[in-house]
């Protein structure tokens, strides 16, 4: 392969701060504002214009629920709090005993699987206003480019913007870029999925079915979300189309080009004056690319089971009614770096464990407790091992959040939801291969 030298040049040191979130999407929203609310200087660094990550440039606008299917209340806090300024300023579905806040811990509401649709341009700017509000320090379109290492300690990062490459330098950092990008460049250990499935999503008006839908149900109704790729609760049999690995960049250029090509070819079957698409996503939809593999992983094999450093109980948000478990804050960080902490879709949890926590509750919940424990350890040592565990689920049970499963968790048979079992597809293979385009609206049309 044929290679350059990149020549050392001085860096201006923009900012010297306590706590440095890279990446502003929902995990990373609720890490900033949980550590500035203890009391630490924040700034998170975010590559796009706005906040919200894959839940608005992703256009995954679908925050499910806060409950285990049974109607035991297992979020709270901040996850609670995000879901609420989401839909502060557009439309929602929330069931109306689920508006209550905070909800109470039993919820009448076990008929189905609630979730709540929420508008992505009034989520964008509600996550602004909360984020100015709080005394945040953003900085939009300013990307991540690697860190500055003192033996086992992030000391900085360089970042590109537009006034070219400069440096932060800060206590402790959080990672919640959805990819692992500061573990991954800090060396700390990672696992990769290879293997993403295009699962691709935009809104559309069908002016006639629109009317009608409107009338019936109001807007969420009248501009649904169009699914294309494969669809990974239905049956996609008969497609063949190709996986993709997230974190490569000819892989992500693939999945890219795929997605858009299945949408260009549903299109031209519907080019008329009464339909449209109203949005495309400027966020590539993967769903697990890299993950911390942690000091400590979340068990999902016994459901209920006591974990002594638990940060919050978790389930999987599609099972009707789902077990819960605890996860460990050691679930946050690896050893082999001081002062780094995870969350999001990219903590410790493997297989099913990953698929659990990639969901946008399990995001915000990771992210108040890693910005909860950041605040922490750089008001000590920065060592986010040397974090005092009670304390940190102190102020965590006091803002709200859920540490420990509850006996009425327990008293249920859980059912699982065959989630990704139809999700067959091809590995690899370039564009141009057959593909049987599968698009699908909510209701499955
Ligand atoms: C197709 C699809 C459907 C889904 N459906 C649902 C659903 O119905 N309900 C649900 O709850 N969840 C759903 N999920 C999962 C959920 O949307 C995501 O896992 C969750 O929103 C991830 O949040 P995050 O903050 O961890 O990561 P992200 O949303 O990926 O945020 C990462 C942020 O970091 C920024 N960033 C990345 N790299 C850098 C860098 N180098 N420098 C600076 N910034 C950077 C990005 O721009 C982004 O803003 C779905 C996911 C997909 C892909």
Known sequence: MKTVIEE???IKVV???DVIVIGGGIAGISAAVAARRCGAEVTLIERSVCLGGLATNGLVCVYFPLDDGGGNRI??????????VCIKYGYNNLPDCWKVKPTPLKVDNPKNRYRSTFNIP????AFDELVQTEGIDVMFDTAFASPIMEGNTVKGIFVENKSGRSAYLAKVFIDTTGDSDLLYRAGIPTETDPENIVSSWTHEINVPEFMKAYEAGGLIAAVPLRWFGLRPDVDNTNAVIPKFDGTDADGRNGYINLSRKLMLDYLKKNVRDDYCFMTYPTQIQTRMTRRLVGKKELNCKDAYAYVDSSIGCVCHCMDFPAEVYEFPYEGLYSDAVTNVLAAGRMVSAGGRGWEIMRSIPQCALTGEA?????????AGDGNVDHVDIKELQRILVKNGNIIHCTPA?????AVFNDYHKNAKATGGGALGIKIDT???NEEGH
Not at 122 to 125: F, K, Q
Not at 409 to 413: G, L, N, Q, R, V
């Open 8 to 10: 050392a040049r001085e």
């Open 15 to 17: 900012k010297e701060t």
């Open 75 to 84: 979020f709270g806090g901040l996850t609670e709090e995000l879901l609420h």
């Open 122 to 125: 009034a989520a964008v700017l």
């Open 370 to 378: 890693a910005g909860t424990a950041a605040a922490l350890a750089a």
């Open 409 to 413: 968790m327990k008293d249920k048979t």
């Open 438 to 440: 599968l698009s699908y």
